[in-house]
């Protein structure tokens, strides 16, 4: 949402977020959970649009975004967090 309001903000297209994670640590206990992860099937990416350009990226509310195509996620995975 934000790379979409961003590139709107400035004029441009977002198509593509690349994302890199520097740190990962996966706990022996989370296994089932992520295995039940990687077995879901990815669904359909959400469509939005933008219906303004607004002078400062502060005042953009939800009321400036067109949902074209929801969200839809599968349910949660719990996972047991340590102390």
Known sequence: ??????????????????HFIGNCHIYEEHLDALKIQLEREPMEFPKIRITDVLPMIEDYTMNHIEWIKPYNSHGAIKMKMSA
């Open 1 to 18: 949402m934000l790379t979409h309001l961003l590139a709107n903000h400035c004029g441009l297209v977002a198509e593509e977020f690349v």
